[in-house]
């Protein structure tokens, strides 16, 4: 019999914004919940060492088998420093993996995917990190979660801000299986998986986020897309999964506060509409006029990167479904959406957008892999290459570096 991985603690606290929830958060987690990942396809683990197990709870894993690790066994996670060359008040992400990032209010956080190599095996890791940005510094970087799998690589990553207590959600699939929802944390500092299904026809979540006190994702696969929900204080036992029409994939949904959003695989259209346990109500659509390759959502309004010819980002009212061009360029950009702002890396240059056209806000040191922005503020990740010379070899060392650009305008 293969021991389970990972955590599921029912009775943990979910996320929230009501004072109940928030209060809830310093609950002791109860008996954990088994994922049917197989421990060589996928693994969570909390960088914090793990609780005492609670009563009740099974009896507690062989520690070579604690968060999934024993095939890994020795390997040193990859680490968010600060480093020589990297601007005050900056961090930098060893490597270039594919950045997804999110702001909320004065947290940043980020996920991290990419392949890690040993002398025998190569498998793929996706390590999400957060930090507190005051002025233009960031602080008090940490790591929580890493989602670790022999299975492929995780082209599903999506990390999203609660906005509660520096929290955040977590999808990490790859193109041929489904990844678990994760939210993190707890008081004590302890990830909670809301769902994990390692079927080989499970369908795959590419987006999550926080809906009052539910965890929402959207997930697509073989049999069309569904809107799964639930809420870590209660665990499995209040988890629902709901059709939705459409199959969209990596990049292509979107959750967050009373709203999801989703563009299908090739499709010139996005749907949304309010998220609830049996589906979407109020449900639009709205052309984008052109194929559309990235959704990010806000309860205002729901930005995309679309291809028509060239690239365009649009931003789209929720209220009214009126579409609008605020950027056109000819080489794909990254986009992100928060507060009332839009904010496009374009090459290597930084913009934002308050619902006119875009304006430049800064330029980047390196090719833009990633942006966040609360609507105040924007964080840029770039690519940099730095020449390392350790006795009579030089080298070159691969860094994201994670800095605040400036200000919207």
Known sequence: MRPPVGRNPRGAPGPGRSASLVAAM??????????????????????????????????ALPNAWRGGRLALAGIVALACSASAGTAAGATNINGWGAISADMAGGTLVWADAQPARTRTFT???????????????IRGVTKPVTVRTSAGALTGTAIRATGVSRGFTLTASGASFAGPVTWCCTSGGQEVVVSSNGAGDAPRPYASGLDGTRVRWIAGGRNGAVLGSADPVESQERQTSAPIPGNPG????????????????????IRFGVP??????????????????EVRATPRFIAAVVRRGGYRVTRTDVATGRVRIVWRGSKR????A??????????????TSRGGSARKVADARGPIA??????????????????????KRTTSVRSTAVRIAGRVR
């Open 276 to 293: 609830a346990d049996d589906g979407v109500g109020n449900l639009r659509e709205a052309r984008q006029g052109g194929r559309v390759l």
């Open 250 to 269: 990596p990049g292509l949904a979107s959750v967050t506060t009373g709203i999801a959003a989703w563009a299908d695989r090739r499709g010139t259209v």
């Open 26 to 59: 310093g609950r002791t987690p109860g008996p954990s919940a088994l994922h049917r990942h197989a421990p060589e396809v996928m693994s969570i683990r909390s960088t914090r060492p793990e609780n005492r197990t609670a009563p009740g709870a099974p009896r």
């Open 338 to 351: 928060g507060g009332r702002a839009i904010a496009i890396g374009a090459g290597r240059t930084v913009l």
């Open 333 to 336: 950009p990254r986009i992100a």
């Open 370 to 391: 990633a942006v966040a922005t609360n609507g105040t503020r924007v964080a840029v990740f770039e690519r940099i290459t730095r020449r390392v010379t350790k006795g």
């Open 123 to 137: 498998y793929w890791r996706t390590d999400a990190g957060r930090a507190r940005v005051s002025g233009t510094r």
